[in-house]
């Protein structure tokens, strides 16, 4: 059985630097798989055997040009960009080039030596990064595009032109390294939210612990302002807790025994004890860190075509240089140096670091952001695949509705509300029933008297004495037995039945009290979703368990289609029909629902569903709202728009650059901004999606 392996990679200016460092690991024998995120910098192996393994992988990313550390090992401490070995060599040949300038005008004799020197030094990472990656079986890389240029304009006198070139493409690489550090640093500040220690309750004392070494059971205690440190449920106290930094609701919830709180949720003003459910490696922010890791290294189909492309379009380029330089002069009596100047510009503007970074930095941004916004996607493709969506199925419980049943209703025969309401819930609160529970919700602080003798009615209701009055909760029709109606009440009840909701009566030494009417409501964003999913063009389908009457009342409030009384099967099959012609997106959250999502192109889950449905979906929704899956579909769009934009940036700034170059308009120093300088506008364009929120 294989071992895995998880080392850190530090030194990647760009994602095909992971593509190098992929090649040269697969290649060592005892390497069954290879993985490295670019984001995260995280080399994940499968390896015979990881003690010895590990020596051997840590040699060959090194002798590319590159670090490795532990995963474990402390993380460095922050740095400014002058602190890094590339922002001191751009300082450092930035300062040689500045030299040589000067000496341009006050001794030319001497400026050449040192405009190479300043290009040599600049150089000298690049081209033994360039000549590693030949021996580790990458002979085509960005590296040796830029030393083939800067050497070749040093022969032909061009030693100004050869500084300023590589000047600059360690001046873009040093701005991608430092637009990758901050899209890292968004995601990973979540782990921050988490406190370090933990009030640990150990008898009769509490003593402070690391929160690393809580264990499922420990009763913690968090005091007003304090952050709770692992996941778990209120076992005493009760407060309001700020979960805005992991479903990002910005109003407190107030929460009580048997609640539960979340890790890095803060408790607002009050003293409560929580038994942890989690431990710290996984509590609900290290699963979604773990998600957005996951996703990020999971590539796109566009990242993988763009992969596939530059192992062709690399060699394609060095080939159209050389014939550029050569063929000309050879064939046609060209001046040689002039032509391959020429050939070097093309070398340059060919470099295919934006290309390569189009799509990863815009996949990486948008999962970012999403995951900022509670919305979990589970890979570069699911991404992408969620943009394609024209068709929405919705389970409606726990999912389109709150999952319980509220009293909507309350028609009073001759009663108060108040009497009607404690003689109801008094016999309810003998029965762990939903819709006695919801009675009892409606009841509130009503004092409610104490019930004996309590019976259940064969499914008709349930009866109790309650202050020696024999008090009945049962369904209209059994009510109906027991004291008839008027045919206006009666009318009553069928309006409200027809409303898909159920309706008790409430009797009272058969004296009918008046009628309770409960229905699981739908979310308060459901309505204002389906309204947003019609602006995107997405059709929507409810898809239920529940009977026809109660699914079509919520279906028409919608504005959706509705299938109901439905089976887990019957859900797959109705799938299955709906795939037919259009890309269809399911979104649940019961056990029943894991066929359904696994069968729709993107299955998406509410983040309170079961772990089975979580599982099974391809992307989670934190909150919990309607509103995320339209929320979810425009960002996957601007993403892959962004995307667009990206390779828009990056093949336009190459095609009017070649033209210019052969017709002798262009420079090697702007030829190398062809490159440098759309990777700066792909990169800072890919950013702009972390800012990214969905109206």
Not at 115 to 134: D, Q, R, T, V
Request: charged fraction near 20%.
């Amino acid at each position: 059985m294989a071992d895995s392996l998880v080392l850190k990679v530090d030194g990647m200016d760009c994602p095909s630097c992971a593509s190098k460092v992929e090649g040269a690991v697969c290649a060592l024998q005892g390497v069954e798989g290879a993985t490295l995120n670019y984001s995260s910098q995280k080399l994940k192996l499968e390896v015979d055997n990881a003690a010895e393994m590990e020596a051997k992988v840590t040699r060959a990313v090194e002798k590319l040009g590159y670090r490795v550390i532990s995963e474990e090992s402390a993380p460095p401490a922050p740095q400014g960009w002058w602190q890094t070995r590339k922002g001191q060599l751009v300082i450092a040949s930035g300062a040689l080039l500045a030299i040589a300038t000067v000496l341009a005008v006050v001794l030319p004799q001497a400026a050449f030596y040192v405009f190479s020197a300043a290009a040599l030094l600049a150089l000298a990472p690049l081209a033994k990064k360039a000549f590693m990656g030949a021996l580790a079986g990458q002979p085509f890389t960005i590296e040796t595009l830029v030393t083939i240029a800067v050497i070749g304009a040093i022969f032909i006198d061009q030693a100004a032109e050869a500084a300023v070139v590589v000047f600059l493409f360690l001046i873009g690489e040093l701005l991608e390294m430092v637009a990758a550090t901050k899209a890292r640093k968004s995601v990973e500040a979540l782990a921050d939210l988490v406190p370090k220690t933990a009030l640990l309750v150990d008898g009769d004392k509490v003593r402070e612990v690391p929160a690393s070494a809580l264990e499922i059971g420990d009763i913690v205690e968090v005091q007003p302002g304090g952050y709770v440190p692992a996941d778990g449920e209120i076992v005493a106290g009760e407060s309001a807790f700020n979960e805005s930094s992991i479903t990002g609701e910005s109003v407190p919830r107030h929460k009580g025994v048997g609640d539960t709180v979340y890790a890095g949720a803060t408790n607002a003003d009050g003293l409560v004890r929580v038994r942890t459910t989690a431990t710290a490696d996984n509590n609900v922010i290290a699963r979604i860190l773990q998600m957005v890791e996951d996703a990020e290294a999971s590539k796109s189909p566009t990242a993988r075509f763009i992969d596939n492309f530059s192992v062709y379009y690399t060699p394609g380029v060095i080939v159209l240089a050389a014939l550029v330089a050569f063929v000309p002069p050879l064939l046609f009596g060209g001046d040689l140096v002039a032509w391959i100047y020429k050939g070097l510009a093309v070398l340059l503007i060919g470099c295919p670091c934006a290309l390569v970074l189009s799509t990863p930095a815009a996949v990486t941004s948008g999962i970012s952001s999403g995951a900022r916004q509670g919305l979990l996607m589970k890979g570069g493709a699911v991404l992408e695949a969620v943009g394609k969506i024209t068709r929405v199925a919705f389970d409606k419980t726990g999912t389109l509705t709150e999952g319980t049943p509220q009293v909507t209703d309350i028609v009073l025969f001759d009663t108060d509300e108040a009497h009607l309401l404690q003689m109801a819930g008094a016999v309810e609160a003998t029965s762990s029933h939903p819709l006695g529970q919801a009675i009892l919700a409606r009841a509130g602080d009503l004092d409610i008297p104490a019930a004996t003798e309590a019976q259940a009615l064969q499914g008709r209701g349930v009866q109790a004495l309650v202050g020696g009055k024999t008090v009945v909760v049962a369904s209209p029709r059994y009510g109906n037995s027991i004291a008839p109606l008027s045919e206006d009440r009666q009318a009553t009840i069928a309006a409200l039945e027809s409303e898909g909701k159920t309706v008790v009566m409430v009797l009272e030494d058969s004296r009918p009290l008046g009628l309770l009417a409960m229905r699981d409501e739908l979310r308060p964003d459901a309505v204002e979703a389906m309204q947003r999913l019609k602006r995107l063009g997405v059709g929507a389908t409810m898809l239920t368990g529940d009977n026809a009457r109660t699914a079509n009342a919520l279906a028409q409030k919608l504005g959706i289609e509705v299938q109901a009384e439905l089976m887990p099967a019957d859900k797959l099959q109705a799938i299955s029909r709906l795939r037919q012609g259009t890309t269809i997106g399911m979104v649940g959250d019961g056990i029943n629902d894991a066929p359904a999502l696994a069968a729709a192109d993107v299955g998406i889950a509410m983040g309170g569903g079961t772990d089975v449905a979580i599982e099974t979906a391809d992307a989670v929704l934190l909150h919990e709202k309607v509103m995320d899956v339209p929320a979810l579909i425009a960002l996957s769009r601007e993403t892959m728009k962004n995307i667009r934009q990206n390779i828009t940036i990056a093949l336009g700034l190459k095609g009017i650059f070649l033209i210019t170059t052969l017709f002798g308009v262009t420079t090697l120093w702007m030829a190398i901004f062809a490159d440098t300088g759309a990777t700066v506008l792909v990169t800072m364009n890919a950013l702009r999606l972390l800012r990214y929120r969905a109206e």
